[in-house]
């Protein structure tokens, strides 16, 4: 089950990446499945949890100021 939610997580780490013109709800559903996750008591991936604090501070700020995604987010192990 926890390599299933880290498989689709990873496949949304994918969609953000291509489709990064509506973050906020790509930001909803990482978080809805992190909580899955977090859910079955599984230690997190250090970089989802990057991943996660990344958005919330980027998708805090005005579009035109949002920082890029560092690479060692976009360019993620399996």
Do not use: C, N
Request: hydrophobic residues 40%; aromatic residues 4%.
């Amino acid at each position: 089950m926890f390599e299933t939610l880290k498989a689709s997580v990873y496949a949304l780490l994918d969609e953000i990446i291509a489709q990064p013109e509506d973050p906020h709800a790509l930001q909803e559903r990482l978080r809805e499945e992190l909580q899955q996750m977090r859910a079955l008591g599984q230690a997190m991936p250090q970089d989802l949890v990057a991943l996660e604090h990344w958005l919330d501070d980027a998708l805090s700020l005005p579009p035109e100021t949002r920082p890029p995604m560092p690479a060692e987010l976009s360019q993620r192990k399996t």
